[in-house]
């Protein structure tokens, strides 16, 4: 079994490459299920979130393939995940750089995610939750497999310690902490500043209620709203969504953060406006705003690859964060390399009990009942505890080699 991690993020693609790759809930649910219908991929595992894409495969060897006897399910021809990326974006168009990683690369890569270090905003808190959800999402599929399964479970330990553990001063928690702070630098303090924002997802509720903090008069759009349902974040007003102009033409910052695969405000709309907001900050991917409304005049447009911190977290914390997801890249690499060398454990046993039976020491009492059962429990007690305490040591090719030593060796 093989791991292989291919993806594009903020880092590697801008805003206008990455939304090629931006999936929706059910689009991520119909590539996870097409996967595994390919011959040799036996997990996938689709991370997306606004700042990153990465599509995480377990992959069999050809020898698993054989014996797992796939030959109906469809052919994965030479697998290659950032070609399999590629074709479920939808895009001919020449491919950004698409990182690819296998094996302990790609578990270290994850642990990493997961404690903030690739985030646009260092250590921000929104990933734990979205690594979970990803491989949540996988189970609720059946796409996942152990070792995915297990990869993803560790990499949500690793960041979760690492918010726990790691403080990193002066930067902003998350992106709509970040699209905040952006604007009290460049207008000054927001209270008593009118708002809009569009849309009542996590991002912009948190939007939304940091804005209310800093005193600002907040009115976001909902679809439908249910009185005792729909989550409003506390001092903020409700309006339709299809009087988001009407109440655009009042506001001086508007934001949008909708899951939307449609722009939210065309160019043409917003100029058609008699008052225009001063600022837009398009905080969704695909984006929610039509790119060419930042050359309306007296318009700022921010997207999310606007929107960064000038701060320099501490080395200390670098240090411990790098630490924490390198400790727990090890983990689980140790708990792979034990649940790859069982069936050489079992072989093992087998061939110490067998030339234990049939060496010179114990023919003197061949006569005595039950002896084949003796000598297999105390080899398989044994072994057990001579592995059970070399966990860290162990890997299945030292022990294929042993397997192999034992075979070729005469009697004794």
Same mark, same amino acid.
């Given at each position: 079994?093989?791991?292989?991690?291919?993806?594009?993020?903020?880092?590697?693609?801008?805003?206008?490459?990455?939304?090629?790759?931006?999936?929706?809930?059910?689009?991520?649910?119909?590539?996870?299920?097409?996967?595994?219908?390919?011959?040799?991929?036996?997990?996938?595992?689709?991370?997306?979130?606004? +700042?990153?894409?990465?599509?995480?495969?377990?992959?069999?060897?050809?020898?698993?393939?054989?014996?797992? +006897?796939?030959?109906?399910?469809?052919?994965?021809?030479?697998?290659?995940?950032?070609?399999?990326? $590629?074709?479920?974006?939808?895009?001919?168009?020449?491919?950004?750089?698409?990182?690819?990683?296998?094996?302990?690369?790609?578990?270290?890569?994850?642990?990493?995610?997961?404690?903030?270090?690739?985030?646009?905003?260092l250590h921000e808190e929104?990933?734990?939750?979205?690594?979970?959800?990803?491989?949540?999402?996988?189970?609720?599929?059946?796409?996942?497999?152990?070792?995915?399964?297990?990869?993803?479970?560790?990499?949500?330990?690793?960041?979760?310690?690492?918010?726990?553990?790691?403080?990193?001063?002066?930067?902003?928690?998350?992106?709509?902490?970040?699209?905040?702070?952006?604007?009290?630098?460049?207008?000054?303090?927001?209270?008593?500043?009118?708002?809009?924002?569009?849309? +009542?997802?996590?991002?912009?509720?948190?939007?939304?209620?940091?804005?209310?903090?800093?005193?600002?008069?907040?009115?976001?759009?909902?679809?439908?709203?249910?009185?005792?349902?729909?989550?409003?974040?506390?001092?903020?007003?409700?309006?339709?969504?299809?009087?988001?102009?009407?109440?655009?033409?009042?506001?001086?910052?508007?934001?949008?953060?909708?899951?939307?695969?449609?722009?939210?405000?065309?160019?043409?709309?917003?100029?058609?406006?008699?008052?225009?907001?001063?600022?837009?900050?398009?905080?969704?991917?695909?984006?929610?705003?039509?790119?060419?409304?930042?050359?309306?005049?007296?318009?700022?447009?921010?997207?999310?690859?606007?929107?960064?911190?000038?701060?320099?977290?501490?080395?200390?914390?670098?240090?411990?964060?790098?630490?924490?997801?390198?400790?727990?890249?090890?983990?689980?690499?140790?708990?792979?390399?034990?649940?790859?060398?069982?069936?050489?454990?079992?072989?093992?046993?087998?061939?110490?009990?067998?030339?234990?039976?049939?060496?010179?020491?114990?023919?003197?009492?061949?006569?005595?009942? $039950?002896?084949?059962?003796?000598?297999r429990l105390v080899?398989?007690?044994?072994?057990?505890?001579?592995?059970?305490?070399?966990?860290?040591?162990?890997?299945?090719?030292?022990?294929?080699?042993?397997?192999?030593?034992?075979?070729?060796?005469?009697?004794?």
């Amino acid at each position: 079994m093989c791991i292989y991690m291919a993806g594009v993020d903020v880092h590697s693609a801008d805003v206008s490459e990455r939304e090629r790759f931006a999936f929706s809930e059910e689009q991520v649910r119909h590539i996870l299920q097409e996967l595994v219908q390919k011959d040799g991929i036996s997990g996938a595992v689709l991370l997306a979130t606004c +700042n990153r894409t990465e599509l995480y495969l377990s992959v069999q060897s050809d020898r698993e393939r054989t014996e797992n +006897n796939a030959a109906e399910r469809q052919p994965a021809e030479q697998i290659s995940p950032a070609q399999l990326l $590629q074709y479920y974006a939808g895009s001919s168009a020449e491919p950004p750089h698409i990182l690819v990683r296998t094996e302990l690369d790609a578990a270290q890569h994850l642990m990493e995610v997961a404690c903030g270090l690739h985030s646009q905003i260092l250590h921000e808190e929104q990933i734990v939750t979205q690594v979970g959800r990803a491989v949540e999402l996988a189970r609720e599929c059946h796409t996942t497999d152990s070792v995915l399964d297990t990869l993803f479970r560790t990499a949500v330990s690793a960041g979760k310690d690492a918010q726990n553990q790691v403080s990193v001063s002066q930067v902003p928690l998350s992106v709509s902490y970040g699209a905040v702070q952006q604007l009290e630098q460049c207008i000054g303090k927001l209270d008593g500043k009118s708002c809009l924002v569009i849309g +009542n997802g996590s991002m912009g509720r948190l939007a939304a209620s940091l804005l209310v903090q800093r005193g600002c008069r907040v009115f976001m759009t909902l679809r439908s709203y249910h009185h005792g349902e729909t989550v409003i974040p506390f001092g903020v007003k409700p309006i339709p969504y299809e009087q988001r102009f009407a109440q655009m033409k009042n506001s001086e910052i508007v934001i949008s953060a909708t899951r939307s695969p449609h722009y939210t405000i065309f160019s043409d709309q917003l100029k058609a406006l008699s008052r225009k907001p001063r600022f837009l900050l398009d905080l969704a991917m695909p984006r929610d705003i039509e790119p060419t409304c930042g050359e309306t005049d007296g318009v700022t447009l921010w997207d999310l690859d606007d929107l960064h911190s000038d701060a320099a977290p501490d080395a200390a914390a670098l240090a411990a964060l790098h630490q924490i997801a390198e400790q727990y890249a090890d983990n689980f690499q140790m708990w792979r390399n034990y649940r790859d060398s069982v069936p050489y454990m079992q072989q093992l046993k087998e061939l110490t009990t067998q030339r234990i039976l049939h060496s010179t020491t114990a023919a003197p009492y061949a006569e005595l009942p $039950q002896l084949e059962e003796i000598v297999r429990l105390v080899t398989e007690k044994t072994v057990d505890m001579l592995m059970g305490s070399m966990k860290s040591e162990i890997t299945p090719e030292l022990l294929q080699q042993s397997c192999a030593k034992i075979r070729d060796r005469g009697r004794f």
